[in-house]
C-alpha cells in the first residue's frame, strides 16, 4: 500500500514538474528588451539577427488576418544597411518568411514586399502591406509611427530606429503596428525561479515519502 501511495506521489510530481519546465520555456523563447520600456510594459522581441553596435527594431503585425503581432531586432554596423537588409538577415537567422519582389523603374532593383509569415500566422498577399516608420520619445512612452515616405530598400537604418509592417491600409494611409508588451520581468518565469519551483516539488514529495514509510 505504501509502495502504491509512494508510486503516485512520485507519478503527480513528475508530472507537475514536466507542466513547469514546458511553460517555462516555451515563454522564455522569446526575450524581454529591458531599455525599452513602454506603455504597457516592456518590448517583447521573438529573437535577434546581424552583429554589431547598433540596434533596430523591427514590428511585423498579422492582426487584419487574425494573428498577433511579432517584434524582431537586428543589429548592424554603419549607415549603409537598408531596412530591407534588415529583413533579409531576420528572416534567414529564423522562423520569420518574408517574400518579395525586386521591381527596376531605372534606377536600380526596388524591393517590394509581397507577404509575411511568422509560425503560425500569415498575411494576406492580395491585400498590400503598409511601412511605417517609429520614435519612440522617452521610456515610458509608446512608439509614435507615421507612414514611411519611400520603400523599406530605400531606407537605411539608424541606431534605435524602428520599422513596422501591417496588413493593409486604412484608404490611403499606412496603418500602425502594434508593438508586442509584457507587463514587466516577472512575467517571463526567469531560470532560477523556475528551478526553485522544482525543488521545492520535489523536497514536498520527499517528505512525503519519509512520511509514508514510517
Not at 528572416?91 to 521591381?103: E, H, K, P, R
Not at 491585400?127 to 515610458?140: A, E, K
Not at 519611400?150 to 509592417?165: F, K, P, R, V
Request: net charge negative; charged share 15%.
Amino acid at each position: 500500500m505504501k509502495n502504491a501511495s509512494t508510486m503516485k506521489v512520485w507519478s503527480i510530481a513528475v508530472g507537475c514538474i514536466a507542466v513547469l519546465l514546458t511553460s517555462g520555456f516555451q515563454s522564455l523563447r522569446a526575450e524581454i528588451v529591458h531599455d525599452v520600456i513602454l506603455s504597457e510594459g516592456y518590448l517583447e522581441i521573438e529573437y535577434r539577427a546581424g552583429t554589431g553596435e547598433n540596434v533596430s527594431y523591427h514590428v511585423v503585425d498579422f492582426e487584419s488576418t487574425g494573428g498577433e503581432s511579432f517584434a524582431f531586432a537586428y543589429h548592424f554596423d554603419g549607415p549603409t544597411t537598408s531596412a530591407h537588409d534588415a529583413l533579409v538577415a531576420i528572416a534567414a537567422a529564423g522562423d520569420l518568411s518574408y517574400d518579395y519582389t525586386n521591381y527596376d523603374f531605372g534606377g536600380g532593383p526596388l524591393p517590394f514586399a509581397d507577404n509575411f509569415s511568422y509560425l503560425s500566422d500569415v498575411g494576406n498577399p492580395i491585400v498590400y502591406w503598409s511601412y511605417s516608420l517609429g520614435s519612440y520619445p522617452v521610456f515610458g512612452s509608446d512608439v509614435v509611427w507615421s507612414g514611411a515616405p519611400t520603400g523599406a530598400g530605400e531606407q537605411m537604418l539608424t541606431d534605435g530606429s524602428w520599422h513596422g509592417w501591417y496588413n493593409g491600409f486604412n484608404g490611403w494611409d499606412a496603418v500602425a503596428p502594434s508593438v508586442p508588451a509584457v507587463g514587466g520581468a516577472g512575467v517571463i518565469p526567469e531560470p532560477t525561479s523556475l528551478l526553485l519551483a522544482i525543488c521545492g516539488m520535489l523536497l514536498i514529495c520527499l517528505r512525503f515519502r519519509c512520511a509514508s514509510c514510517r
